[in-house]
Every structure is written in structure tokens, then in C-alpha cells.
């Protein structure tokens, strides 16, 4: 699909989310959970948080779609993931897997790698320094050698104009290896299902300055596989929704004279009043040619 | 007691809770922790959550009032929910019990009715789907077959004009039976002590796309309990100070195109304003004649 | 150091801060742990949580200094904070230290004490309850026996004119005594490296009324001590850094009948806009003679 086809499909991904008001079961760290619960339900999901695994894995039987964000792991949460993972895959559940902070940690690399390997993810939502250490797990040439700084991207891998072509591929190769939609968020936000990809340069560098905003876009393109079959054209709408909203509130905050305490306030409000004809207005959606 | 006699005791119920600065042990999930001590401070109250067993026994030793809020349980945590309420039962100190989720697992419904059947609870706070699946454990005739979604209210048990009758039986049958107040909080609230069942019309629909609000009420009410030797009437206090600063929160959201995310920060600012005035002159109480 | 010759270095203090974005890892309670990364975030650094043992000790090797925050402390976190102190002390990294609630049980007050016995700590920041908790397990005199209540100071512990002196000599002695910067914060803070005294009178009672104004201070001096050599300047610009963001917000909720909730969203707006001018411009730091 080219982008203006895309498009054209925005405004029925968003209702399909409106209508369904799919529940989001998250597996999410302790940091951003209330950030994820509230976005989910700004925009119209109804999230679900549990912690003992034996009830994780009986929740996919009645979820809508599955997040797992590696956020603040510890090797007890490890089970009810792969639990709750085995039952979505015997119950063919929409899954998005957010790798935060691989690279940052022995035990998140690894435990990315064991999720992608051993069960159906639908959806990979990471920065491009987490998205450049499981290409190289994979063997796609990251043409440098990966950096990390903690849960934030290396300053060296924000996606810009000048790398934006080799990370539009190593997004791509990623996607076709693995089989899934990959999307790699920063100022730009690179996303592919392996045979296109698409740029989106919507959002606001006041983004990084709170914490949760890469959580609460996993979350959100949970909300939208969860209540709709295409699984790319709603990574995409998510990732458009969160952007926009993002800019939306940026620019109030700017106007405004605030900081980020309330921009973090206005992001959730502004995806509460986010709609269609918004969503098409500012979407700054390209095809990428690689 | 009737309504007006109750709204007469508002006042100094209110104020009780305002000068002891109550000391309100909360046991909670971790979506919404911030939440409730914030819900808690603003409106004067004192909150303490622990996490270690034993510490979490002691502490009812110095508390006022306990919270069990099972939001995100785990079997972990059962056992310092067990020691303190035992404690709680010896030393004679009122307890709150939020049900979250109840019907949503088997860990959560068995662990809610062992907590019933073994402990002195004051009070039990849930939305009409988890009281109608705790009445249903005590064989009172819910007339249709309970419904779960996670843990939000099933949209066939949202207490409406149609329904609330039945609700009502049920919430004063539950009440009289376990021999505690019961809360089932929604559109409308229904509050029983088994012998006489009340209504409140305050709130608003908002409320519910905010994650946190019935946590917050849970832990309200575990301040006026607290404070305040009627557990009746702190029950009503609390739930009408929290529906009231919604509603008023509500409107200014609504004046001022904002959101749901404003929401939440204003419903804080409304707890904190709140005073007996605005919930004399608010307050939207019944009987409600079975 | 006299305070003028403080305040003539806080201007590259916060510049250091700023241009460094220091990593600050945090192994903290669940709480107030998101207004601990957004402060942090609001003011320039960039703060790290995690929650397993091994990862919370690999990443003493990348970070820039450690927080240790006792606020919902469980045996099982008991691990990774020593194994996360030890790695500090054998990389000479810079450490905050928290004791959230020491003296309200022995868990807390014994593992301070273990804390500060076996592992180089650079600041201690506690309310003037719990500085006094740990001053009297040092053999200090404290003049009346300690009391405490839960979390927050009990109430004959507020700092004041009239208990200044006696309070002043006590965080002096123990800082001295177990050779670090100790801080204990109220209405009046007080801040000595054992040699020479500080009071810091910025701040706002509303402070109290909101959680995580402690954890956050504890968190920002994180992310000074990360970026700065000198641990006094570093400790008292991260004072006055949240006293007088703590001071603007309550002026704007005050001027405009807001509550709680939003001076919570304020005061993460004005950490992020602070700048020197204003921190030189509205400091009221002093020297103390005892």
C-alpha cells in the first residue's frame, strides 16, 4: 500500500477502536503503568493490568490483544510473559512486544530474543538503539556498532535525515526476518511489515522529556491490533495518533509558556479529543524508498 | 436513618476527617497507588502504603483504618493482606475491601471471599459486576447470570432507573448477610448496611475514562472510616465527596474543551477545595425503598 | 563555604547538570517512582529504574550516581540495592540515600543502618523524623525522644525557630560522624557536610499535601551529585532547586484557586523551566551557627 492508501484507511481503524473499546491486557512496568492505563483509555480502549501469571494467562482468553513491555523486568514477571505469550499464540491474539532498554542489560537482550524466537509477536515497537541490537542478533548489518545509554536511544542512533535510508533497511530486514511490523519511534518514526516502509515525522522532541511516551505508543497500538485486522495500518494510525497528540499538545504547552508536567496532562487529553478528521489533516505519512 | 438526617451529619463527618489527618494504610495495586495517596492528601487524610509482610502487620498498629485493594494481586501479596487484616481483627480497626476483578479470575474471587469469610471487614466497595459475583458466592438471587470485562462494570450491571431495584435487593441482601457496609458504585451509587439502602446521583460518566477513580473512592472512604466511628455514614461521605469534586471537575473540563487528562488533575484540585458547603449544597442522596 | 560563595557557584552547578544529562539510576519505591523519573527528566537528567538484582548492579557501571529510596522497601529489593551499593563503592560512584520511613519499622530502620555502615553513601536526605531516627543509632543526642508518624515528620519534628539550633547541631553531628552530606528537609531544610550548617527557606507547605516532594528532591540531588564533584553544592542546588519550584507553583495555585493536583502538574513545569537567574534571584540559603 502507498501511503495515501493508507490513508484512506485511517478513519475506520480509529472507529473499529471506538466501537470495539478492546481490552488491552498489558504485562507493563512500574514506571509509566498508570501513563499506559490512562492513554488506553483517552483514546478508547479499556486496558487491563494483572501481575500473578497463572491469571495473565487466563486473561488472553478474554483480551482483545496483548502488550508486553520489558520496561522494568524481572525474572518472576519472565513467566507469566512467556505464560501469557504461549496462550495468545494457541488463541492466535494480537501481540506487541516493546523491548525496552535491550542492549542495556544481559537479561533484556536475552529475554527479547527467547520472546521473538519462541512465539507470534505481531508487532515491535522500540528506539533505534533497541531495534539496532536485535537486528544484530539476527545478523543484518548495522553498519556501526551499537550504542546504548539505559532505556533512552544513543545519541548516535536518533534517526535523521542523513541515516534515515540504512535505518529504513535495517527496520525493513528486521520485519522481513522476523516475520512481523517493526517500527522504530523518534523524531522520525520508521515502520515496516517487511515489504514497505513508511516514515512518520509527526510528534515533538518534548516527547523525551517525559517519561512514557514510548510506553503509552505501545500501549496505544495494542488498543488499535486489538480492534482491527490489519495489523500495519494499525501500528500506523497508533503511531500517527500518539505523534499528533504529541504535537497537538507541544504546541500548547509552547504557546503557552508551560513545561512538561503539562504536557504530559495535555497529551492525554489531547488523544481523548483526537478524531478522523484530525488524524488526516496533520498525518505526515511517507513511503520510504530504500 | 433517613437521608436529611444524614445530610445533617455531613458537615461534621467531614471535619472529623480533616482534623485527625487519618492514618490510612493502603494495600493497592500499582496502576493507581499515586493516584490514591494523592486522592488521599488532598481531601486531608494521611496515606501509607508498604510492600513487606510483616511490616505491613505492624503498621496496623499505628494506623487508623486499613485499604484492601486487589487491582493487581498476586500470591505474594495475599500473605501481608492476611497478616494485617488479622492484626486489623485484633486490635479492632476498621477495614476497607475493594474486590477489583472479582469474577475476573478464580485468584481473585476465591481470595475475596476468603477475605470475607475469615476477617471483620467495615465496609466493601466494587462496581455492581463484582458485588453481583460476591452475592452470588453468599446464594442471594442475582435473577441473570453474572457477567464479567475485566475489571470494569459488564454493561448489562451499569445500575440504571431500569435496574436498580434488583441492584438495590442485592446490595442489602450482600450487606445484611456478611453483616458489613456495601458499595456498589456506578452511574448511580447504591449504599446498604442491610437494614436501610441509599442512593447517590452524583459523578459523571468521565470518571470512568480516567483510570483510578473507584481506587480512589475505596481509599476516601477508608479516611472518613478512619475518622469517623458510623461506618454508614462515613461510606456516604465518602462516596459523595469523590462523585461531587467529579462532577465539578467535569464541568470545568467540558467549559474548557480539555480532557480526560485534565480530568484527573482537576478531580485532585476539586478534593482538595471540597468543603461541607459545596457537598451540602450538592449532594444528590436517597432512599431507596425496596 | 559561606553561603554567598555557595550561591555564586550554582550557576554551573545546574549548567553541569544540564549539559551532562546525567544517568541517574533509581532503585526506588512504586509510589511515587513516576514523579521521580518526570522530575528528573523536567530538570535535565535522565533517570534509569530497574528492578532485578543482577541488571540493578550492571547498571552501576553505567550510570552516573545512584538513588537508594527505602519508600515501599521489601526483602527481595533488599538484594539488589546492597548488590547495586557495593558495585558503587568499588567504582566510586555517588550515592543518595532515602530512609523513607525509618523508625515506623524495623525493617526500614534496621536496613538504614546496614546502609550506612557498610557502604560510602554521599548524601542522606530524610525528613527531620527520620534524621533523628538514625542520629539517635549513632549516639547523638537528640534531646527528646524521637516520635514518629508512618512516612511524613511528626509533627514536634517540624523544623522551626524555635527547634533550629538543637535540630541543626543534630544533622551536623551525624554528618560528621558517618562523614557525608546530610540533608533533612521541611519547612526549614537543613544541610550540613559536618563541617559548617545551611538552612534553605524556600518551599511551600502545599509540598506536603502532594506525594513524592521528598522522593523528587532525593531524585534531583541524584542527578546533581551525577554531574558534580562537589556533593554539598550539589545537595543544596538540588534543594533549592525543588523549594523554589515548589515555591512558583504555589503562587500560581494560589492566584488561581487551583488545589493539589495541579500544583503536582506545576511543579514538574517550573523544574523545567528553572534556570539560574531565578534559582540566584530567590534562594534564601543561609549559614547556621550552632
Redesign the interface.
Known amino acids: 500500500m502507498n501511503s495515501s492508501e493508507i490513508l484512506n484507511k485511517i478513519p475506520q481503524t480509529l472507529k473499529n477502536l471506538k466501537e470495539k473499546n478492546p481490552?488491552t491486557q498489558c504485562i507493563t512496568?512500574?514506571?509509566?503503568?498508570?501513563?499506559v492505563?490512562?492513554g488506553l483509555?483517552?483514546i478508547g480502549a479499556?486496558?487491563?493490568?494483572?501481575?500473578?501469571p497463572?491469571?495473565q494467562k487466563?486473561?488472553v482468553n478474554?483480551n482483545d490483544s496483548l502488550v508486553i513491555n520489558i520496561?522494568?523486568?524481572?525474572?518472576s514477571q519472565i513467566e507469566g510473559m512467556y505464560a501469557s505469550l504461549d496462550e495468545a499464540d494457541n488463541l492466535y491474539k494480537p501481540v506487541i512486544f516493546d523491548p525496552v532498554?535491550a542492549g542495556?542489560?544481559?537479561?533484556?537482550t536475552n529475554t527479547s530474543v527467547e520472546i521473538i524466537n519462541n512465539y507470534s509477536i505481531s508487532v515491535i515497537r522500540g528506539n533505534m538503539s533497541e531495534i539496532k541490537i536485535l537486528a544484530k542478533e539476527y545478523n543484518i548489518d548495522i553498519e556501526n556498532e551499537e550504542t546504548?545509554?539505559?532505556?533512552?536511544v544513543a545519541p548516535e542512533d536518533i534517526i535523521s535525515k542523513e541515516n534515515i535510508k540504512v535505518n529504513g533497511r535495517i527496520v525493513k530486514e528486521l520485519a522481513e526476518k522476523i516475520n512481523v511490523v517493526v517500527m522504530a519511534s523518534g523524531h522520525i518514526d520508521i515502520i515496516s511489515d517487511g515489504k514497505n516502509v513508511y516514515t512518520i515525522k509527526n510528534g515533538d522532541p518534548l516527547m523525551s522529556?517525559?517519561?512514557?511516551s514510548g510506553c503509552m505508543l505501545t500501549g496505544i497500538i495494542g488498543g488499535f491490533i486489538g480492534s482491527n485486522d490489519d495489523i500495519l495500518l494499525a501500528t500506523i494510525t497508533g503511531a500517527l495518533s500518539i505523534g499528533i497528540a504529541g504535537e497537538l499538545s507541544a504546541e500548547y504547552i509552547k504557546n503557552n509558556?508551560?513545561?512538561?508536567?503539562?504536557f504530559?496532562?495535555?497529551?492525554?487529553?489531547?488523544?481523548?479529543?483526537l478524531n478522523s478528521e484530525t488524524l488526516l489533516k496533520r498525518a505526515k505519512l511517507e513511503n520510504l524508498e530504500i
Chains 1, 2, 3 share one sequence.
Request: proline fraction near 2%.
Open positions: 481490552l512496568n512500574y514506571v509509566t503503568v498508570n501513563d492505563a490512562n483509555l483517552a479499556s486496558p487491563l493490568m494483572s501481575e500473578d497463572q491469571e487466563d486473561i478474554i520496561g522494568t523486568l524481572t525474572k532498554g542495556a542489560s544481559e537479561l533484556r546504548v545509554k539505559g532505556v533512552d522529556r517525559i517519561t512514557g509558556a508551560l513545561g512538561s508536567g503539562s504530559r496532562t495535555r497529551l492525554i487529553d489531547e488523544l481523548y479529543k
